[in-house]
């Protein structure tokens, strides 16, 4: 076997395997619980819905960057959420949230959150980003 052969396949194997280990975690969701033992603090995925009937905070003039709600897990627990980003237009339309972000003195911070709203024709989805 020529050594270009020998390389190549082992290139192959090394881009297979890269590959694996960065979209490993793309699927995963995690309730609040779950979130708040794992030991490493990485950032996680949890999906859940808007507890409209608790209080928003959104106070642009003191920090545009910080908006506060409830949300309640697929596990049914609700805990208090801030998202380092600015309110999004049309937040509490969402029926469905998808938040990026870890466990920060007991409260789950996001840093991404991906709102799944309704639509009259099709289902929409916005993403918002933190830029911090």
Do not use: W
């Not at 975690?25 to 979130?35: I, K, N, P, R, V």
């Not at 033992?37 to 642009?60: A, H, T």
């Not at 801030?82 to 339309?93: A, G, N, T, V, Y």
């Not at 789950?108 to 309704?118: D, G, I, Q």
């Amino acid at each position: 076997m020529k050594k270009i052969h020998i390389v190549a396949g082992l290139l192959l194997i090394g881009a297979v395997v890269l590959l694996i280990i960065s979209t490993s975690d793309l699927g995963t969701y995690y309730t609040f619980s779950e979130a708040e033992l794992l030991e490493d603090n990485r950032n996680v995925k949890v999906i859940g819905l808007l507890s409209k009937d608790k209080e928003m905070v959104y106070q642009p003039e003191i920090d545009p960057n910080r908006f506060s709600f409830y949300m309640k897990d697929e596990a049914g627990e609700e805990r208090q959420v801030i998202l380092l980003s600015e309110k999004p237009q049309d937040f509490e339309m969402s029926e469905q949230l998808v938040l990026t972000g870890r466990f920060i003195n007991g409260v789950f911070t996001a840093r991404e959150m991906l709102m799944k709203c309704p639509s009259k024709y099709q289902d929409d989805e916005i993403f918002v980003r933190s830029e911090i």
